[in-house]
């Protein structure tokens, strides 16, 4: 039987159209990824960004959390990390991270901040470090998605650079980050008293106690992860981590800087609280931030930042092979001397492990011995109770 020439050639072509139009649909496909505004997030990644919003941080400045921001200037997205209990207080009319907020999203920068480590009682970052780490690195992948950036740059409070310093250790974060930036954090531990109280109730305050075994997993082998810049900002006026320069890390000055910032001049709140909002701090990490790698250790604040604040110093860094936080070259500047003025007015702050949480949890803990006790002793036969 005889074919037709039509029918002869056309299976030899069919290979060639099917490679045609394959080709076609995945040009015309990456022209329209092309054509999606760098925040637009794609069907694929919209399940991570709506992990990434049930983590957000609530009732937040607007300069937080805008889904639909665009980074400008190749900048990096900014996650902020609160410390223990969170970033909420009766007595504090304004979320604590909206001084820094409004500088950086005025510098071009999109702007997020999650809440993390809630216990039963709904008490934020009092869980397990390493879980809250956990939800670190999802609302990361959320802000990537949305954002359209590769990585992002950490601004991790007190307990949230341990969080922060465990997700870049232990889950990969340091291939989704450049630049960490650590306030006041308590590297090697905090020696207060009211720590020591509050790990009875608290598993990430037992977590930050100097010989913890998490801190003693988190220190090993280094405090740097490759490909992270690092910049470390501690206060000699923190009487929340003692002692003080446990603020500090290790490693070489390519990659780590480390500077002691001085309390809000004039104000009688808490140092260690207001941190986040202190003018000469949010200077520091703008610089970080605008840097290649971590801070200029000559950088002072006001003279290009516009932020004004007491005397810094940048501190002599450590060998990498001492695990032990260097000690501080000069003795910190008296209250009397820093001239600086306030750029706000700041309300006295509740310090933490010490307000109605812990009193709480403590009176938890007491009914949940009392209920054990009297259960066990049901359990027993009448003659042996006592």
Not at 8 to 25: C, K
Not at 175 to 197: C, F, H, K, Q, Y
Request: hydrophobic share 35%; with cysteine.
């Amino acid at each position: 039987m005889s074919t037709s020439p039509a029918a002869s050639t056309f299976p030899r072509h069919r290979p060639r159209l099917r490679r045609a139009a394959a080709l076609t649909v995945t040009g015309l496909a990456a022209a329209a990824m092309t054509l999606l505004p760098a925040g637009s997030a794609t069907a694929d990644q919209k399940p991570a960004v709506d992990r990434a919003k049930a983590l957000a941080l609530p009732d937040v400045s607007s300069d937080i959390n805008d889904w639909s921001c665009v980074p400008s200037g190749g900048r990096n997205p900014v996650v902020l990390v609160h410390g223990t209990f969170g970033f909420k207080s009766g007595l504090l009319a304004e979320d604590r991270w909206g001084a820094m907020a409004r500088r950086l999203k005025s510098d071009g920068y999109c702007v997020y901040a999650l809440e993390y480590g809630k216990n039963f009682f709904g008490t934020p970052a009092t869980g397990d470090i390493t879980k809250s780490a956990g939800q670190l690195n999802t609302f990361v992948n959320g802000v990537k998605a949305a954002s359209g950036s590769g990585k992002v740059d950490l601004v991790g409070f007190s307990q949230g650079g341990l969080v922060s310093r465990y997700y870049l250790k232990n889950l990969n974060g340091a291939a989704s980050v450049d630049r960490m930036i650590g306030l006041v954090v308590p590297n090697r531990g905090t020696e207060v008293t009211r720590a020591w109280w509050g790990s009875w109730i608290y598993d990430a305050v037992d977590q930050m106690l100097p010989k913890s075994d998490f801190l003693r997993k988190l220190n090993a082998g280094g405090d740097l992860m490759p490909g992270v810049s690092y910049t470390m900002l501690a206060t000699p006026d923190d009487d929340t981590v003692q002692p003080y320069t446990s603020a500090y890390l290790n490693g070489p000055k390519d990659r780590l800087t480390v500077a002691d910032v001085p309390g809000i001049p004039g104000s009688k709140g808490d140092p260690h609280e207001e941190f986040p909002f202190n003018p000469a701090a949010i200077a520091w990490v703008r610089e970080a931030l605008r840097s290649n790698g971590p801070a200029d250790p000559s950088f002072e604040p006001g003279s290009s930042s516009g932020a004004t604040g007491g005397e810094n110093r940048p501190v002599e860094h450590a060998s990498d092979r001492n695990d032990q936080p260097a000690e501080p070259d000069a003795p910190a500047a008296p209250a009397d001397e820093k001239q600086s003025s306030v750029g706000e007015q700041v309300s006295e702050i509740e310090t933490p492990l010490t307000g109605p949480y812990v009193f709480a949890g403590a009176a938890s803990v007491l009914l949940a011995g009392g209920a054990f006790a009297y259960v066990r002793n049901r359990r027993r036969p009448r003659g042996e109770r006592p």
